[in-house]
C-alpha cells in the first residue's frame, strides 16, 4: 500500500521546522489531521535535570572530608 501524499507533506513539514510548528490535512479516508509540536514545559524539565546532573558530578568530584585531613 503506498503513503497518502497528505502523510508525505505531513512529514516534510516536520522535518523542515522540528522545533515548532503545525500540520492541517486530510489523510485519505482516514479523516482529518491537526499535528502541533513544539519545545514546552517538557523540554525545560529536560533541560534543569540534566544541568542537575551536571551540578551533582562536579560535587561528586570533590575531596571527602577524610582526604582533606590527610587520614
Same mark, same amino acid.
Request: charged share 20%; hydrophobic share 40%.
Given at each position: 500500500?503506498?503513503?497518502?501524499?497528505?502523510?508525505?507533506?505531513?512529514?516534510?513539514?516536520?522535518? %523542515?521546522?522540528?522545533?515548532?510548528?503545525?500540520?492541517? $490535512?486530510?489523510?485519505?479516508?482516514i479523516?482529518?489531521?491537526?499535528? +502541533?509540536? #513544539?519545545l514546552?514545559?517538557?523540554?525545560?524539565?529536560?533541560l %534543569?535535570?540534566?544541568?542537575?546532573?551536571?551540578?551533582? $558530578?562536579?560535587?561528586?568530584?570533590?575531596?571527602?572530608?577524610?582526604? +582533606?585531613? #590527610?587520614?
Amino acid at each position: 500500500e503506498e503513503i497518502p501524499e497528505a502523510v508525505d507533506e505531513m512529514i516534510n513539514t516536520l522535518q %523542515a521546522s522540528p522545533v515548532t510548528g503545525s500540520f492541517r $490535512g486530510r489523510i485519505g479516508h482516514i479523516g482529518d489531521v491537526e499535528l +502541533r509540536w #513544539g519545545l514546552g514545559l517538557g523540554s525545560l524539565m529536560m533541560l %534543569a535535570g540534566g544541568l542537575l546532573q551536571i551540578l551533582g $558530578g562536579l560535587l561528586s568530584t570533590e575531596r571527602s572530608p577524610r582526604q +582533606r585531613e #590527610g587520614i
